[in-house]
């Protein structure tokens, strides 16, 4: 199982980016994929997130409204296209897939390494003012 993230580099304030999670080995159907994020000196924590299952979608408040996530089942791949990028949102960037919950109305899944089975190494953003 190997999940590849790309996409990441420096930008500029207001500049965007397109974060890829090339997956392969393990199958996508019924599946939630997650991007977490960990600044220096913090906690990973999620972002977004996508269910196979029903095709629904979650949005961490910090990111809402500047962040569209997407799978293209035929590549085997999820993106994250990030828009109106600040500093606060420079960290490494992780994707992430486990089995699909019920529901995705009270967040992306929490904990990295019982609600997912495998991880990406990371791709690093950094945005300046």
């Known amino acids: 199982v190997s999940l590849v993230e790309s996409g990441g580099g420096e930008v500029q304030s207001g500049e965007s980016l397109r974060l890829s999670c090339v997956i392969s080995g393990v199958t996508l159907e019924n599946s939630v994929i997650a991007w977490f994020r960990r600044a220096p000196g913090q906690e990973a924590g999620g972002i977004s997130c996508i269910s196979t299952a029903d095709g629904s979608t979650y949005y961490a408040d910090s990111v809402k409204g500047r962040l569209a996530i997407s799978v293209n089942d035929a590549e085997e791949t999820v993106y994250l296209q990030m828009s109106d990028l600040r500093p606060e949102d420079t960290a490494t960037y992780y994707c992430?897939?486990?089995?699909?919950?019920?529901?995705?109305?009270?967040?992306?899944?929490?904990?990295?390494?019982?609600?997912?089975?495998?991880w990406g190494q990371g791709t690093q953003v950094t945005v300046s003012s």
């Open positions: 992430g897939i486990g089995p699909a919950p019920e529901s995705l109305a009270t967040g992306c899944p929490r904990l990295p390494f019982i609600d997912y089975n495998y």
